[in-house]
């Protein structure tokens, strides 16, 4: 009697932890984030072509990295989805990352924040692992006061007043600190631009580009070309972040 009682609960907890199974298989899918980076129009290919940044200045792009973190969906329901944990680090060379899994439903837009926001900005990158996308020690100032860089370009900058390439200026800015966190709220999808429909077991993507030209909109390359210091110029530090929400465009 009692190896028949045991022999049916056993059964029936292959039976629940099946069911769990199929009911979570059944009910989410995978989410990807496309990003290119450019210069206006022009997708950057390489670190010595001199792009134009559409109001008639023209630099490189040798280092474009942020950080994405905070990545949440938005139904068309009004319900949301957070990515929690989430944390990519967008690089030139890098266009696609997982994101994750996500409750089936129909997403017309997506928000998430460029930066390291808690207790994870004041952590070194040596208390990760080698895999995850904060042990990155040159996206890191060197302290657990001062933390991470949320985003850091590089380039050189033609300075010449007829943008003829004779006179290239080298430029770093790196931002960071809890004034310059910055959440991205993306516009909602009408129109020709179709909502996210994510189906169980399916793959979406969230197709963007990220504009470093808009980004250093209002930069003088020939006054201010090195920002390397969270507390260096943070009036210059507040006119980049400022700029972090335009820089984003669906593609």
């Known amino acids: 009697m009692k190896t028949i009682l045991v022999?049916?609960?056993?059964?029936?907890?292959?039976?629940f932890a099946?069911?769990?199974?199929?009911?979570?298989?059944?009910?989410?899918?995978?989410?990807?984030?496309?990003?290119?980076?450019?210069?206006?129009?022009?997708?950057?290919?390489?670190?010595?072509?001199?792009?134009?940044?559409?109001?008639?200045?023209?630099?490189?792009?040798?280092?474009?990295?942020?950080?994405?973190t905070d990545i949440t969906l938005h139904n068309v329901t009004g319900t949301t989805y957070k990515f929690d944990g989430v944390y990519i680090l967008k690089t030139i060379e890098t266009e696609q990352y997982l994101v994750g899994q996500a409750p089936v439903g129909t997403y017309d837009y997506v928000t998430?924040?460029?930066?390291?926001?808690?207790?994870?900005?004041?952590?070194?990158?040596?208390?990760?692992?080698?895999?995850?996308?904060?042990?990155?020690?040159?996206?890191?100032?060197?302290?657990?006061?001062e933390g991470y860089m949320f985003l850091k370009a590089e380039g050189k900058a033609d300075t010449t007043a007829a943008q003829n390439g004779t006179n290239l200026m080298p430029f770093v800015y790196e931002i960071g600190t809890a004034a310059n966190l910055k959440t991205v709220t993306m516009p909602v999808r009408t129109g020709s631009l179709t909502p996210?429909?994510?189906?169980?077991?399916?793959?979406?993507?969230?197709?963007?580009?990220?504009?470093?030209?808009?980004?250093?909109?209002?930069?003088?390359?020939?006054?201010?070309?090195?920002?390397?210091?969270?507390?260096?110029?943070?009036?210059?530090?507040?006119?980049?972040?400022?700029?972090i929400a335009g820089m984003f465009d669906y593609e």
């Open 112 to 145: 998430f924040t460029v930066g390291v926001s808690g207790a994870d900005n004041s952590k070194a990158p040596s208390s990760f692992a080698s895999s995850h996308a904060l042990s990155a020690g040159d996206m890191w100032f060197g302290n657990t006061t």
């Open 196 to 243: 996210y429909i994510l189906t169980a077991g399916g793959t979406q993507y969230i197709h963007m580009a990220c504009d470093f030209g808009k980004l250093l909109s209002g930069v003088n390359f020939k006054t201010y070309n090195s920002l390397t210091s969270p507390t260096a110029n943070p009036a210059l530090a507040t006119t980049i972040a400022n700029n």
């Open 18 to 68: 099946s069911s769990c199974k199929t009911k979570d298989s059944n009910s989410t899918g995978t989410m990807y984030i496309h990003l290119h980076t450019n210069i206006d129009t022009n997708e950057v290919a390489d670190d010595t072509t001199l792009y134009d940044d559409g109001t008639g200045r023209h630099f490189s792009l040798s280092t474009g990295k942020f950080y994405l």
């Open 7 to 15: 022999s049916s609960f056993i059964a029936g907890l292959v039976l």
